[in-house]
């Protein structure tokens, strides 16, 4: 089992930054792939970005390009998601996610975390 907590949600004005992490308690974390994923109210969890398990490799959806940034401390078992530049439209509970490939699909996670809420105002 793999226990996934992640924390720093919070109210932001658009424009503004966040970092969210993901602490993590169980079997060894090193091992994981990292996902973020998201969902809006009335919307499908979609997915954000990925992060190997070395932290050599990451990947994003295209909406977040260029202003979220994924990494790891596999010293602290913690993976992050910092996020710049940020729209209402990101505004959703974001998720951590731990599985073994590398896969966008949430289908393919095995463990989550609780959800933390983002919320972008204009």
């Known amino acids: 089992q793999v226990q996934l907590v992640e924390s720093g949600g919070e109210l932001v004005q658009a424009g503004g930054s966040l970092r969210l992490s993901c602490a993590t308690s169980g079997r060894t974390f090193s091992n994981y792939v990292m996902g973020w994923f998201r969902q809006a109210p009335g919307k499908e969890r979609e997915f954000v970005g990925l992060i ?26 913690t993976v992050y998601l910092q996020m710049n530049s940020l729209k209402p439209e990101d505004t959703a509970v974001y998720y951590c996610a731990a599985g073994r490939y590398w896969r966008f699909s949430s289908a393919a996670y095995d463990y989550w975390g609780q959800g933390t809420q983002v919320t972008v105002s204009s």
């Open 52 to 77: 190997s398990a070395s932290g050599s490799n990451t990947v994003y959806t295209d909406s977040v390009k260029g202003r979220f940034t994924i990494s790891r401390d596999n010293a602290k078992n």
